[in-house]
């Protein structure tokens, strides 16, 4: 049998799959995602298709194409994953019973971010700002100093989450909910969570960051192609040469 999920082909473990219909399995992800099969199908999931999950997820879902399509390339616990491949990151559903939905953003969607704990501002950063209250060092993941700030020198978090400002007038704020319940922070659990919500920050940091680059890109390519537009009026005697350099002149002072 293989153990690659047959709706999204992310590979499973003993866990979190469960056996469909020709010796296939499927991922608990997925089949949270297909709200639209009958309580019989989810009862006799060795009777339904893979085919079938994946019409009730684009019916069930408002972008079930792109979770179809979504291939995350890093996942950050089970808080966050990334597809650098299609420029997306999501937030996976939550709960079991009643399962929040999937969240699904594009890279471009990212205006900024605060990490707050307790309710305070330990760590922001975003699009054309700099990343304060923990520092990138070397590639994706690898941060050193930490989640620093203003943070106050208490025992005890309550709440630990990454508040996200993104593109969309109707939802423009989402939560990232890394820690919900009183937790020591001595304990380890506190310090493997402090480090992905480190690590969290870096990768957004530097999504805004790429953003920003291809933005200028765009924007030095668009300048040339203009400029070469006139240029090609010039060749060909639609404009006269003291036309051309004053219309140079206006395209260069825009850089």
């Known amino acids: ?11 499973t473990n003993y866990f979190n799959r469960r056996k469909i ?17 009958s309580l019989k199908q989810l009862a006799f999931l060795k009777n339904v298709t893979a085919e079938e999950i994946k019409k009730s997820i684009l019916e069930s879902n408002n972008k079930g194409d792109e979770l179809l399509s979504f291939k995350a390339t890093k996942s950050i616990g089970n808080f966050v994953q990334f597809d650098d491949t299609n420029e997306k990151w999501l937030i996976p559903s939550k709960g079991n019973f009643i399962p929040t939905p999937d969240l699904i953003f594009n890279y471009s969607d990212i205006v900024d971010f605060e990490l707050l704990e307790n309710g305070e501002t330990v760590a922001s950063g975003g699009l054309g700002r700099a990343l ?4 990138l060092f070397g590639g994706v993941g690898a941060i050193v100093g930490g989640i620093t700030g203003k943070r106050k020198n208490k025992g005890v978090c309550s709440s630990l989450r990454l508040k996200i400002t993104i593109n969309d007038i109707n939802n423009p704020v989402v939560y ?9 922070k ?24 790429k953003q920003k680059d291809n ?27 003291e036309e051309y350099e004053e219309k140079k002149e206006e395209i260069l002072k825009q850089k």
């Open 1 to 11: 049998m293989n153990n690659s999920c047959a709706v999204c082909n992310e590979s």
């Open 21 to 37: 219909s020709d010796d296939k399995v499927v991922c608990q992800n997925c089949l949270k995602r297909a709200k639209n099969l």
């Open 132 to 135: 304060v209250g923990g520092a």
């Open 176 to 184: 990232i909910d890394f820690i919900e319940s009183k937790t020591k």
């Open 186 to 209: 001595s304990s380890n659990y506190y310090k493997l969570i402090s480090q992905q919500a480190q690590e969290c920050l870096s990768v957004f940091q530097l999504i805004c960051e």
């Open 215 to 241: 933005s200028t890109n765009n924007s030095s390519l668009s300048l040339a192609d203009e400029l070469l537009k006139f240029k090609e009026l010039l060749d060909v005697g639609a404009i006269t040469k």
